[in-house]
């Protein structure tokens, strides 16, 4: 993940004391581009917990995972995954388990 420095706030509201949190549905949400770095082609995928994006994926997982939301979008249902919080010195950091397409026989540009 990517430019979670910008949600800081918002994933400490959801921490709150704990140093660490399971969560068990984030959302993945395609966006032409990442309002962080805008000059970054896209698409880009933000990952939202609840009612707020909390980072993006890298470029490169965006890519990669592009085909597997569309399908999954293309089902009628919304795309997610679990993943956890973690407090360290720095920032709250944000983990994802995510299915990999290549698993699922949804490789970039196919789908």
Known sequence: MTCEEHYQDFLARL??????????????????????????????????????VVGYLTPAMAERYVPLIRHVLGQTADPTCSGSLKRTEKQIEV???????DHLGLRAGSG
Request: no cysteine; aromatic share 0%.
């Open 15 to 52: 921490l709150k004391a704990n140093t660490r949190l399971t969560v068990p549905l984030a959302r993945l949400v395609e966006h032409s581009v990442n309002p962080h770095k805008p000059k970054q082609a896209g698409p880009a995928v933000a990952v939202a917990i609840g009612d707020g």
């Open 95 to 101: 983990r994802l388990e995510v299915a990999h397409p």
